[in-house]
């Protein structure tokens, strides 16, 4: 493609896009494909010679857009609701067209420097002490792999040399609550802690961990002989968002000597409204937190930053001398002996592209005030459609609100239903609601049973949107 | 940013691109930049009020540009050399756009499926059988992590539930070649098999794995009571693109019983070339292979692909029952007995972007022809670059030039110099080259010393930059 093509081609394209976002709502929210039908509409090998832009366009429309779920659409209410905002879908734009790799300083200075400015903006937006260093990965489960991967390096001796195996140790543990994120098993799975090395600690009626509870496993732990190294508390659970004690939790880890990882990879970028400050109270007690972008601070996928206040381990873990070909001479800001940062040096991954671009042109275009307007937007949302639910007699609440995400169920005034048959009720529900394409709700499992949950997350999801929801649970009942 | 508005800056930002990618030959292709500038020129903190995109813009081309080192510029000869190109670039506005997250099937059946489609592409074309299946993440770290994890897995019993610590094994050990790259230390680190159970084997003259001293290192492994679970062969390696003979490597393997992963991140798309096509002789049989678009096939940052015949394994290894909240009953194509394929069960990541959508429109907008033309030409040019060398009384090749990699030093004809002094004298020459900002190379060690490298891989690099690179290099030796 010519530069003269892909101007035509590029303008084009934005006129698609721009189109796209204003008229996104013409979509099901939820792809009505069926599986195997995008594969079966393309051919099973690459074209020979080139096509034209405009017939893969049109491939893309009349193949692919159908398969699309669109979470760039205010109905997006299932899981935790994101947005590919305008300023962030422009950067990975330019992103794309830099074409970065920051493994090294010297590979993209400008990448490494607005990766720490743009990281210390967030930090102090969402109020983590100075002491915090981040880094950013591609996602969450990366980042909390990372933490985990430190909590090894700090607790057991020459494990990054040694290994765990074909030595003498006890068998290690990690905690977090019953209602953490699947990304912590997959953590422990990965780094060779094996998956029984998670203990998942009760919760109170408001699904969060137990500090009396979290106390007793270690305990119970360290009499069997297994060696705690690391407990999760989460600020924003995956089902009901509900907010572990991270003071309490902090005082444990600190008295135990446990490495406290925190997950507010949804529920951080809250902390930036007063009203929600508190949200992270403990948490600069904490030896790292993982916060998304890309969940709730409007970012195109991906961006999960990693804050850590002993980035030195994890540096320490990965410290290799590295082949020659990427050892360089470059002094830092403060001469001979101050050796710069390299972003390598902070993980698994050698290549980084440059995610701190659409980061630092969010902040800047919405500006804090804004941002913090739209989130307390979402979270008022939120407690509007819990209000309805409440005030609904043939529906109910099934968890607190604190965030911008409501779990819910049908339960009819009018009758008493079997736990099975209500739980079919509510999984028929979701089904039939999610098929008019208006709106897409996921669910989760709570102590009652089968949840329905409504997510705010979408920068345009307005009154209107969670109205028709609501509209529409009423209407589709009559055909449970 | 309203609609309206996001038309003008895309419509601008089209225009900026284009700019850029027909005059990125005005900036020089190192950065300038020193430690700390880019930092030192932007605010400690994020605004309050939101800022024109103008604005921030105009800074992007104030602060940041100076900091890039232009990847995307043909003059990039360092490491290896990657290109973003049009439809590259194109392809990744349009998924910032669409924000697909393809966790599950149903979160992005177009995505899900696209990876699928494009990688069974991918696959014939570079010649490897159906039985191997592809997935994408984001970098070869991730890819390698992840076949060795499936190696794991494999050869230990119950790692996923019981771990690798507080149990009775062996250690464990991986092997790969003296070249091989720290991806492979960095993954058994991350893992739990600690570095020490990565053992480097020696190569021959031309720096490929010697067969018979792997041989050796697992038999003596074996008789000191060590595991042995992987062979990481590497088909070109990063400092001079040497081939592992992976067919004899791969008849180890299926001898002792080991996995065999193979590494044609950068050199495996050279397998397109009937040329080419025997250095992947014997990877059929391996267990893994992992080759990256971003890095030879014009795709912009990040997509790395990993193939593999045992994809079972790797799933196993993540074989969650994940929370509920991700449960879905979506069927396969074969009814209601297939479970449909959920991206999130083949790897550490939950969350996915769109990355299929940059090789499918690459590879139907380049057409396979225009591909194997380009990675020809590339291949010329190398050996166009070799010859000079060859010829010139003043430098030497340090290696052969299997591909598009030139390894070579400067060491006058009409004196001898002390190792010592013609390895800063190279580091000398290479640093005064590299300021000129024409073009960039990187360096290496090989066994007569500090080589100098110069590496093709930007599509637009034509045989006017590699002799002004050897114009330069020869002009710069009378500073020496």
Known sequence: METVDFRRHGHELVEWIADYLEHVERYPVLSRAKPGDIAAALPASAPEEGEPFGAIMADFERVLVPGLTHWNHPGFL??????????????????????????????????????AVSLGWLRQLIGLPPAFEGVIYDTASISTMHALLAAREAAVDQVRVCGLAGRDLPALRVYCSEQAHSSIDKGVIAIGLGHQSLRRIPVDSAYRMRPDALRDSIAEDRAAGRLPIAVVATVGTTSTTSVDPVAEVAGVCEKEGLWLHVDAAYAGVAAMLPSHAHILDGAGRADSLVVNPHKWLFAPVDISVLYCRRMDVLRSAFSLTPEHI?????????????????????????????RSLKLWMILRSFGARSIRERLSEHIRLAQVFASWVDAHPDFERLAPVPFSVVCFRWNPADRTLPPADLDAANERLLDLVNQTGDVFLSHTKLREGVALRLAIGHMDTTERHIKRALDLLVEKTREL
Chains 1, 2 share one sequence.
């Open 78 to 115: 299932a899981y935790f609701a994101i947005t590919a905002s305008p300023p962030g879908i422009l950067a990975e734009f330019l992103s794309a067209a830099l074409n970065q790799q920051a493994m090294l300083w010297r590979t993209s200075p400008a990448s490494t420097e607005l990766e």
């Open 326 to 354: 990427l050892q360089t001479a470059d002094a830092g800001p403060g001469g001979p002996g101050d050796s710069v940062k390299n972003l390598m040096d902070t993980g698994v991954q050698l290549g980084r592209r440059f």
